[in-house]
């Protein structure tokens, strides 16, 4: 899952007519990771103007802030509840390598070259995100466990060993197992055709790392507002308006960092990021460790892991009302939550441990479930970071450092495919 919510609506381009916002996002889960106690920072309660202004405290959001301090460039972050209470603050904590397509699919819609380099950039996401939580000194139990993708049939683990070929044959070595062997992974629960590991993979506690991050934002040049929902934004020649119900904020550049909810702020991206729905359980702690990896089956369509303190954490089976987990509202759907209950056990979790959280967070899936980083053609200093398809921490810190050197320099040498004018049509 992405980044943080942001319900407003845009102007509609360079009319100068600022529109108002919809009504503000209702947040109605907790989960496991944001229930703990959090004071927020101060809501924006004055006119400033500042070179960088950020719409959504996520990871997205938080991220560029971070990226743009080590550039010395100042920058106020808009939240509209607080830092990483959306999607950030909802997902299972996966710092996975590689895309949502797969490599073989990744290959034939861009090439081997723009493939490697995708993969290569979620690499140096993780390797980036491991140096800033030493350098920072962000305790967010970022561990090394490795992930397995498990195949819920011969045809998936025929995939699975053609994206794994394909994978070594450009140095990204995994390893394949067979149906034992995802057995012995999985304590002796499951009926798995085989499966995937990777051993790179590591698993984070999404919270206390975006944070984190933001206290080391702070501690540059960025400032940040919770609790403050934008009404409109609106540009005016060279210079952009944020309007809030107390204060109005001037930049020259936005970054809207607001994954499924963008299209609430600019209906520009309405068919171009789908916010969809997921439902996410976590239990009491469990003991013996049942599960030493991060894992994926059925295509992704359920994802659990356990954590460092015992507790699992489990979520998916979206497939299961696929029409009706779409939609930005905060909601529980009873017939998934049982579904994963269900599941939890058949996983081999005894009844006796009890289910303590249960939670939605909505995610962004763009066409071709990459996501959109960089400027948005045709509107000057407006930058988008967002459409993650489920898979925000595998980009999501990278591309904070690819907005802030976009902005800083007018130039990246991340791939320019990520950039949203391949689905704009101007």
């Known amino acids: 899952m992405g980044c943080g919510t942001w319900p407003t609506r845009d102007c509609g381009g360079d009319s100068g007519r600022p529109s108002l916002a919809r009504r503000p996002l209702a947040v109605t889960t907790v989960s496991l990771w944001l229930d703990t106690p959090y004071a927020p920072c101060p809501s924006l309660d004055r006119d400033i103007t500042v070179p ?3 719409i959504g405290g996520g990871i997205s959001g938080i991220s560029t802030a971070y990226w743009l301090s080590q550039h010395g460039i100042h920058c106020a972050v808009l939240e509209q509840h607080t830092v990483a209470s959306g999607a950030t603050g909802r997902n299972a904590g996966f710092l996975l390598e590689g895309t949502v397509p797969d490599y073989p699919e990744l290959a034939a819609a861009w090439g081997r070259a723009t493939a490697r380099a995708l993969w290569d950039f979620t690499i140096e996401n993780r390797r980036r995100v491991q140096e800033a939580c030493a350098s920072e000194g962000i305790d967010c139990d970022l561990v090394s466990c490795g992930s397995v993708v498990a195949a819920a049939s011969d045809e998936e683990l025929a995939a699975l060993t053609l994206h794994a070929d394909m994978l070594a044959q450009d140095g990204y070595a995994c390893d394949l197992l067979d149906r034992r062997a995802v057995r012995e992974e999985l304590s002796g629960a499951g009926a798995f055709a085989g499966g ?27 400032v940040i507002f919770e609790n403050t929902m934008v009404r409109a934004i609106a540009r005016d020649g060279s210079t952009w308006f944020v309007v809030t119900p107390s204060a109005v904020l001037r930049a020259d550049h936005i970054v809207l960092s607001l994954n499924a909810y963008t299209s609430l702020v600019d209906p520009t991206w309405t068919n171009m990021i789908q916010p969809v729905r997921g439902q996410v359980l976590a239990t009491g702690p469990v003991g013996p460790r049942r599960f030493r990896h991060l894992f994926y ?27 009706e987990e779409v939609g930005t509202r905060d909601l529980l759907h009873a017939r998934i ?25 909505i995610m962004g ?14 509107r000057e200093g407006l930058y988008i970071a967002g459409g993650y398809s489920g898979h925000g921490l595998a980009f999501a810190f990278l591309a904070g450092r690819m907005i802030a050197q976009l902005v800083a320099t007018g130039a990246t040498e991340y791939p320019h495919v990520l950039f949203p004018q391949r689905l704009i049509r101007m």
């Open 52 to 54: 960088v202004a950020i």
């Open 196 to 222: 995937l590991r990777n051993p790179r993979d590591h698993g984070v506690h999404p919270v206390r790392f975006v944070r984190g991050l933001q206290r080391a934002a702070e501690r540059g040049s960025a």
């Open 297 to 323: 089956a059925n295509q992704g369509f359920e994802y659990w892991r356990q954590l460092p303190g015992g507790e699992i954490v489990l979520g998916g089976l979206r497939h299961l009302a696929i029409q």
């Open 337 to 361: 939550q049982d579904a994963l209950e269900r599941y939890l056990r058949d996983l081999g979790v005894p009844s006796s441990i009890h289910v303590k959280h249960r939670w939605s967070g």
């Open 365 to 378: 899936f763009t066409p071709d479930r990459l996501p959109l980083i960089g400027p948005v053609p045709g």
